[in-house]
Every structure is written in structure tokens, then in C-alpha cells.
């Protein structure tokens, strides 16, 4: 077992790095990879 806390430090961790490599919060999606992509193929294209 591990500590309650350590998860969310390590999750933490991973946040920190994503945003210093310009991912922001807002770019992360609790979507499955799949149903992701099958929404983002759906959207009409942009002029």
C-alpha cells in the first residue's frame, strides 16, 4: 500500500512536466484515446 497523498504527488509531478513542455491542463481529456480520436475525426474541417 501506499500513502493517499502519493498518488496525487506523482500525478502532481506529471502535471508540471506537461506544462513546462506547453501541454496545459486544459489539453487533458479523461476521453479513451479511441473515442478521442473517432471526435476529433467527426469535427468539419475548418476553412
Known amino acids: ?6 498518488p496525487a504527488e506523482a500525478l502532481e509531478v506529471v502535471r508540471s512536466t506537461l506544462r513546462q ?5 486544459t489539453d487533458l481529456t479523461a476521453e479513451q484515446y479511441t473515442d478521442a480520436v473517432l471526435a ?4 468539419p474541417e475548418l476553412p
Open 1 to 6: 500500500m501506499v500513502a493517499e497523498s502519493e
Open 40 to 43: 476529433t475525426r467527426r469535427k
Open 21 to 25: 513542455l506547453g501541454i496545459a491542463d
